[in-house]
């Protein structure tokens, strides 16, 4: 007796992290529970079952007067981390800029919006059955309330 898979639909999920929340949550974590050990974070195991994984993350932006040894000095570590998400299969890797702040130090810039413009449009292509986001940015939160679509499981992590 033989079984055809033809007409059976492989649920597709997609999974859209900010690495910069993610890390930051990470580190608070440790900090509080582990006496500031640094975890690394296991791209393979993030990738899970998810058909696809995007991760979005902030490169810092070369500060004014800045030598190139000293940028590629603060900057290793994020392409470092990037590089390593790059070579796990069905993750994807897009990058916004990091700009200091006097008050709040580094912060994302166009993260978020690479993020809401990504979720929508595999939304609207109907390239996915289900997405869930990552994020410690509550402004995620407003649009999720305000549209209830089809196309999102409404599981959103505040971290």
């Given at each position: 007796m033989?079984?055809?898979t033809?007409?059976v639909k492989h649920q ?6 900010d690495a910069g929340?993610?890390r ?7 900090q509080r529970?582990?006496s500031g050990?640094k975890f690394?974070?296991d ?6 079952d ?5 991760l979005?993350?902030a490169v810092p932006v070369r500060l ?6 000293d940028?590629a ?5 994020i ?11 069905g993750?994807?890797?897009y990058?916004g800029?990091?700009?200091y702040r ?9 993260v ?10 595999h939304a609207?292509?109907r390239?996915m059955d ?11 939160n407003?649009g ?6 089809r196309?999102?499981h409404?599981?959103v992590s505040?971290v």
């Amino acid at each position: 007796m033989s079984f055809s898979t033809a007409n059976v639909k492989h649920q597709v999920t997609y999974f859209f992290v900010d690495a910069g929340s993610l890390r930051a949550h990470l580190e608070q974590t440790a900090q509080r529970l582990f006496s500031g050990q640094k975890f690394e974070i296991d791209y393979k195991r993030l990738r899970g079952d998810y058909t696809k994984v995007f991760l979005y993350d902030a490169v810092p932006v070369r500060l004014h007067g800045e030598t190139d040894e000293d940028y590629a000095g603060r900057s290793s570590f994020i392409n470092e981390e990037l590089s390593a998400a790059s070579r796990v299969n069905g993750l994807h890797v897009y990058t916004g800029d990091a700009r200091y702040r006097k008050k709040k130090g580094n912060e994302q810039k166009k993260v978020d919006v690479l993020i809401a413009v990504d979720m929508l449009t595999h939304a609207f292509r109907r390239n996915m059955d289900s997405g869930f986001l990552l994020t410690g940015d509550l402004d995620f939160n407003v649009g999720f309330h305000a549209e209830q679509s089809r196309f999102f499981h409404r599981e959103v992590s505040h971290v």
